[in-house]
């Protein structure tokens, strides 16, 4: 089974973002940069999928400026056995251009099956995978905790408010990876050494996204207002309440 | 990245690795280990698939083949279980016991004993100190009589970190004279009829390590189990001891510089007399102190390590690393336990195990005056 899974690299969670003084994107220094957690989840379910049957192959492809690598050797240390980068030329594509790109490399390369996070941590769009699967026509299944693949068939179980939703699709399809479908393992040490001499192909975006033009534009980043310290309300509880309930009618105007 | 930095990517993906596996998989169960008294074996199963015990080992016995600096990433991220115990019982696996395997044994002691060792299906200790001698190691007195092709092996070892789980023990034993020129090593199996473990010890700390008291009683095993050359053994062991002198003095600097960070943080929420810890400057200078000796320390690590990595002499230099960082990090045990005040004498926090666990370090892998009598005899001096 030819087997991809699409990862972005992200900021670490425990970074702490600055934006640009002009707005225009966030300061690159001092950012340290992951694979992004959801995406961790489907490499996971990627290599899994190429354990229970045999002679498979895991692509890991990440589109993104060229640090994007460094995720890309993660990916492979982790037992992905080649990869694709496709190259942005630094050009921050949006979630269209960047489906577009994706779905191209994906039919070029005759993919089966492909998994991905259910989103990306950065900007949080969840737009990818869904956009992927319709280019190519493929079913997609988003939020999957638990997937079964058999005889061409897959049943993916995902996650909907109050239940479970039970998902029965042909292949190929993609696949937006949640949390709970698996634990990601973690890269061991002869993993790692053998992921450098792992077959790494360049692509760029210019070439790959055809003519696709961005629907969106980022225009301007800001950084959410700091939270003002809380206020501690003296007296007994009735004095409390009382002075409460004219802090949130008269200051804060809530009720 | 620094200029000129010993560590590559490969690197830093390692380091991700050992320390997801310490805070996530290890760290959680430190207060279940340390009352218990043990970590569960598969441990070392997991170590093993991860590639962790056989980091600078040779591929042909299930290692990495991964330069020393793979080895300081192991040390600097290890310690994040904060189990100083478990981390010294999987050090004894992969760095105290098996080298002089890899280096000097014969194809069957490493099917046997090296490669089961490295994926961590066996446990590995080593047995040198006896309940009559510690650092006077040309003094042991567990004895080998040779009896055609067999030893057998009488005597008793004590202190020794995995004894009471090992599966094998590279064992010190006497083969020839008294004197430094009478020892040699051995691969003992611990399924051998005539051996006993004789208590789990009880320690001040590293409470999550197994360590014991061992008995051997006309303990036959077959001649071809020496490691190297017979009577040699003494040269082995001061051999073997330079790795294990680096990883106690990584560890213990990495501990040191754990501990620090984690103090300020907390010197930075706890007020006193209207305001932070960290706003007094007895405390800021303080800190400042030793951060500046952790990265000495530190930086005198990285030399010894790159002078062992590249094959050159250096036991000086080993001695004086470990000399200084195990010294040093008494001092962060108790500078930083005295600036959380009541708070770093409760079981709650992680100080009051790091500073009872830190203080082995002097001592194990040979002790600070040890250390102090190698770095005289490199300096030359006529006594």
């Known amino acids: ?255 | 990245m620094e200029p000129n930095s010993p560590f590559t990517p490969e690197h830093e993906l390692f380091r991700k690795t050992v320390r997801d596996f310490a805070e996530k998989d290890l760290l959680p169960h430190k207060e279940k280990w340390e009352q218990e008294r043990g970590f569960p074996k598969e441990v070392f199963k997991k170590a093993g698939d991860l590639g962790i015990l056989g980091v600078c080992f040779p591929e042909e016995v299930g290692g990495s083949a991964g330069d020393w600096w793979f080895k300081v990433v192991f040390c600097e991220e290890i310690i994040r279980c904060k189990m100083a115990g478990l981390a010294m019982d999987l050090m004894v696996q992969a760095d105290i016991s098996t080298p002089i395997i890899s280096y000097l044994g014969t194809e069957e002691q490493k099917r046997e004993f090296l490669i089961p060792a490295l994926k961590g299906d066996k446990i590995a200790a080593l047995g040198i100190t006896e309940p009559g001698c510690g650092s006077d190691v040309a003094n042991i007195t567990t004895r080998a009589e040779t009896q055609g092709d067999d030893y057998v092996i009488s005597g008793a070892k004590t202190y020794i970190t995995n004894g009471g789980r090992a599966d094998f023990i590279t064992l010190a034993v006497r083969t020839g004279g008294p004197g430094y020129q009478g020892i040699s090593l051995v691969t003992f199996p611990t399924d051998t009829k005539g051996f006993a473990v004789g208590k789990k010890l009880e320690k001040l700390g590293n409470h999550s390590s197994d360590t014991a008291l061992l008995f051997f009683e006309n303990c036959r095993i077959p001649r071809r189990y020496v490691i190297g050359e017979e009577n040699m053994g003494f040269v082995y062991i001061m051999k073997n001891f330079q790795g294990e002198r680096l990883v106690a003095a990584v560890t213990s600097i990495a501990g040191s510089e754990l501990t620090l960070g984690e103090t300020v943080r907390y010197c930075q929420e706890r007020k006193a007399f209207g305001k932070r810890i960290i706003d007094y400057q007895v405390w800021q200078h303080k800190f400042a102190e030793l951060a500046t000796q952790i990265e000495a320390g530190k930086r005198l690590n990285y030399h010894a390590v790159s002078l062992f990595q590249a094959g050159i002499e250096c036991s000086k230099e080993v001695s004086m690393a470990k000399l200084f960082a195990c010294d040093l990090a008494q001092r962060v045990a108790y500078d930083c336990l005295q600036a959380h005040g009541g708070a770093g004498y409760m079981e709650e926090y992680d100080l009051a195990r790091f500073a009872r666990d830190i203080r082995l370090m002097t001592i194990g892998g040979g002790s600070s005056e040890i250390m102090k009598e190698i770095i005289v005899k490199k300096m030359k001096w006529t006594r």
């Open chain 1, 1 to 255: 089974m030819k087997i991809a899974v699409l990862v972005k690299q992200v900021p670490d969670t425990e970074t702490k973002i600055k934006t640009k003084a002009d707005g225009s994107g966030i300061e690159a220094d001092g950012v340290k940069y992951i694979v992004g957690p959801y995406d961790e989840n489907a490499i996971e379910e990627a290599i899994k999928t190429k354990e229970k049957n045999a002679g498979s192959e895991v692509t890991v492809i990440s589109l993104g400026p060229v640090r994007s690598v460094e995720a890309i050797r993660t990916a492979l240390a982790m037992g992905c056995d080649k990869a694709i980068h496709i190259d942005d030329e630094n050009s921050n594509p949006d979630a269209y251009v960047t489906a577009k790109a994706l779905a191209k490399v994906i039919a070029d390369k005759g993919f089966e099956i492909v998994f991905t996070g259910k989103q990306a941590i950065d900007q949080d769009n969840s737009q990818v995978t869904q956009q992927v699967a319709e280019f190519l026509g493929w079913p997609q299944v988003m939020l999957v905790e638990k997937l079964e693949i058999a005889g061409g068939k897959a049943t993916a179980t995902r996650r909907v408010s109050g239940g479970k939703e039970v998902y029965e699709v042909p292949l190929p399809a993609i696949f937006g990876c949640e949390k709970g479908l698996n634990t990601p393992r973690y890269a061991s040490l002869p993993g790692i050494m053998k992921a450098k001499t792992k077959p790494v192909e360049t692509l760029k975006l210019s070439a790959e996204k055809g003519d696709a033009q961005p629907k969106v534009v980022l225009s301007n980043f800001r950084l959410p207002p700091e939270k003002a310290p809380g206020r501690m309300i003296a007296g007994d509880a009735a004095a409390q309440v009382k002075e409460l309930v004219r802090a949130l009618r008269e200051e804060a105007k809530v009720i």
